[in-house]
């Protein structure tokens, strides 16, 4: 089982053109989904669980869309954190802070808080992120500490503390990274599907740790 996945959850808005409706249907379908997945993830033994909710490019999205992901965001904490708090799941939104709205850093701090003393499993939701943007934070930290060092700049990532990320799942049929924990993927095995996200269930999710679990992993040595 790995210790560690990252899941770049691709594909609501064609899920819902499929089905003649407004992309922000498939946005919620999507929302919906994460619960489903997270408490498989967890109880299959899962120990993080990095999502990718809302990349900083996404930005560039029209401003209703970016409006209802914020709202679905806010939403999701407020119903998810009785249940993380009673499993004892940290929750946390990691990326930038400084372009959210007040009102959601205040949702965001408020829910998550309830959650911080939990330090076995964690659930991280990364809003307003990119994959250079942590690696430059974590850089100039570094830098600030007197040595850009690999272990440095790992003490800095928002993801420092928890298990090296084993398992990155991207759905939706793209085959690429999109910005997300770059750092981090170094020695990630990668699982591409063409499953669009509000359709990847507890088989799906099954389906690709069980590719995990047949990988080779030589992290650069000679196998045997
Ligand atoms: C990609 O699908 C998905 C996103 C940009 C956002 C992911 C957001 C959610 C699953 C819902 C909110 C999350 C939480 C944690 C409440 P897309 O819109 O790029 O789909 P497409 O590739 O089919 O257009």
Redesign the pocket.
């Given at each position: 089982m790995p210790a560690h996945v990252g899941i770049v959850?691709?594909?609501?808005?064609?899920?819902a053109e499929k089905r003649g409706k407004k992309?922000s249907y498939?946005?919620k379908f999507?929302?919906e989904?994460?619960d489903r997945i997270a408490e498989h993830a967890f109880s299959s033994g899962v120990k993080s669980l990095t999502?990718?909710?809302?990349?900083s490019e996404?930005w560039a999205r029209p401003e209703e869309e970016v409006k209802e992901?914020m709202k679905?965001?806010a939403q999701?904490l407020k119903k998810l954190t009785a249940k993380a708090v009673k499993k004892q799941i940290r929750l946390n939104v990691l990326g930038r802070k400084d372009r959210l709205s007040a009102e959601l850093v205040a949702v965001i701090d408020k829910y998550t808080g309830k959650t911080a003393a939990f330090t076995e499993r964690n659930l991280n939701?990364l809003v307003d992120y990119g994959g250079r943007g942590e690696i430059a934070h974590a850089a100039r930290a570094a830098a600030a500490e007197g040595a850009i060092t690999e272990e440095n700049i790992e003490k800095h990532l928002y993801t420092a503390g928890q298990p090296p990320l084993d398992l990155i799942i991207r759905t939706?049929g793209e085959i690429r990274l999109s910005n997300f924990l770059l750092y981090q993927a170094a020695y990630a095995e990668l699982y591409f599907t063409d499953v669009?996200?509000p359709d990847f269930d507890e088989a799906e999710f099954d389906k690709a740790v069980e590719s995990f679990s047949k990988r080779k992993r030589r992290y650069g040595k000679i196998g045997c």
């Amino acid at each position: 089982m790995p210790a560690h996945v990252g899941i770049v959850m691709d594909g609501n808005g064609r899920w819902a053109e499929k089905r003649g409706k407004k992309r922000s249907y498939g946005h919620k379908f999507g929302s919906e989904n994460v619960d489903r997945i997270a408490e498989h993830a967890f109880s299959s033994g899962v120990k993080s669980l990095t999502l990718y909710a809302f990349s900083s490019e996404n930005w560039a999205r029209p401003e209703e869309e970016v409006k209802e992901l914020m709202k679905l965001l806010a939403q999701y904490l407020k119903k998810l954190t009785a249940k993380a708090v009673k499993k004892q799941i940290r929750l946390n939104v990691l990326g930038r802070k400084d372009r959210l709205s007040a009102e959601l850093v205040a949702v965001i701090d408020k829910y998550t808080g309830k959650t911080a003393a939990f330090t076995e499993r964690n659930l991280n939701i990364l809003v307003d992120y990119g994959g250079r943007g942590e690696i430059a934070h974590a850089a100039r930290a570094a830098a600030a500490e007197g040595a850009i060092t690999e272990e440095n700049i790992e003490k800095h990532l928002y993801t420092a503390g928890q298990p090296p990320l084993d398992l990155i799942i991207r759905t939706g049929g793209e085959i690429r990274l999109s910005n997300f924990l770059l750092y981090q993927a170094a020695y990630a095995e990668l699982y591409f599907t063409d499953v669009l996200w509000p359709d990847f269930d507890e088989a799906e999710f099954d389906k690709a740790v069980e590719s995990f679990s047949k990988r080779k992993r030589r992290y650069g040595k000679i196998g045997c």
